[in-house]
């Protein structure tokens, strides 16, 4: 199977691994500043999944993601000690072997010397057919796998080593223009009223997107979101804006 990239991918994921997340024990830092490494790139997260330590279903996940063309970034897991699953994982998920990859193994030797072996030159023992992320904190590289990319847990190297795989990989994917949100508050309206004239917004603008969020507080209002790039997200929103006020629907906050 080839793995390489073979087409523009469309949406960003990540995976986020350790049954520390999952207990509480640490809370993820990673999403929050991987959304704003993105948006400063006129790019957007699309999913986000959390996977424990368990090996049977990290690898599952896996091979699911790995059979779409999303560009990935999973964190954790990459290390030499026995709970480091990851790279195993990622192979097994491919169905390819692992192998000592070559230049990562002239950076721990530079690194390390002597003492990369015997444990340490395990972190450079990738799927066949990955290649370097390189690591400015304390040169453990990490790997790009396809459209998939393997870096550490630790924030003060992942996130470095983000912004090197965007710049260097998909900078054909980054825009100089941002998504921007236009906020509507509707009042006194229940959804259901709603369906039809926001299909119908959604229908005639379909380069962007439209949300609606009931207020949690007991409120009755609904707050309606606009995103896409500003020129879109504005046309789509005076749209929505003159469609309510045809339909005699109150608006609140937000409204132009």
């Known amino acids: 199977m080839d793995h390489s990239p073979s087409s523009v991918a469309q949406r960003i994921g990540i995976v986020l691994i350790g049954d520390e997340l999952l207990s509480g024990k640490r809370q993820d830092k990673h999403m929050p500043r991987v959304i704003e490494i993105l948006d400063a790139r006129g790019m957007e997260l699309s999913w986000a999944r959390m996977v424990g330590d368990d090996a049977g279903l990290l690898e599952a996940t896996l091979r699911e993601t790995l059979a779409g063309n999303d560009i990935v970034f999973s964190f954790g897991g ?5 709970d480091d699953r990851t790279r195993q994982c990622a192979a097994a998920a491919a169905g390819v072997a692992l192998e000592f990859n070559a230049e990562g193994r002239a950076l721990l030797e530079a690194r390390f010397g002597d003492e990369a072996y015997p444990k340490r030159i395990h972190m450079v023992e990738w799927p066949v057919g990955a290649t370097v992320i390189p690591n400015p904190v304390n040169q453990v590289p990490g790997f790009k796998f396809g459209h998939h990319h393997f870096v550490p847990g630790f924030p003060s190297m992942a996130w470095p080593m983000i912004e090197w795989v965007l710049d260097t990989h998909y900078p054909h994917l980054q825009r100089a223009e941002r998504n921007v949100e236009r906020l509507l508050e509707v009042l006194d309206t229940p959804e259901s009223a709603l369906i ?5 917004v959604m229908d005639a603008h379909p380069d962007v997107r439209i949300a609606c969020l009931p207020n949690a507080s007991g409120k009755r209002s609904i707050e309606f979101g606009v995103r896409g790039t500003p020129v879109a997200a504005d046309n789509a929103f ?3 804006v003159a469609a309510l006020e045809a339909a005699d629907v109150p608006l609140g906050r937000g409204r132009p």
Do not use: E, S, Y
Request: no cysteine; glycine share 8%.
């Open 196 to 200: 039809d004239l926001m299909q119908q």
């Open 238 to 240: 005076t749209a929505l």
């Open 78 to 82: 990459i290390g030499a000690t026995p």
